[in-house]
């Protein structure tokens, strides 16, 4: 009866922080190119914002997503 309440719980909580999802980002050849050319700025050392990395790791994550299929 326990284990019942708290799935509940846990399935209403699920059920807020769904909300709407984020529209997708477009995935163009200028997202790619700029996502390489900070990929080589953080290569060299070179001091990147905290969005420019993540988004330097997200075209990295993404090209050998790519490479994997």
Known sequence: ???LALLSVLAACNAFAGGTPEPPQER??????????????????????EKEARDALVVSSY???VVEL
């Open 63 to 65: 090209i050998c997503g």
């Open 1 to 3: 009866m326990r284990c």
């Open 28 to 49: 163009d050849g200028v997202w790619l190119q700029n996502g390489i050319k900070q990929q080589q700025r953080q290569g060299a050392h070179e001091n990147l914002s």
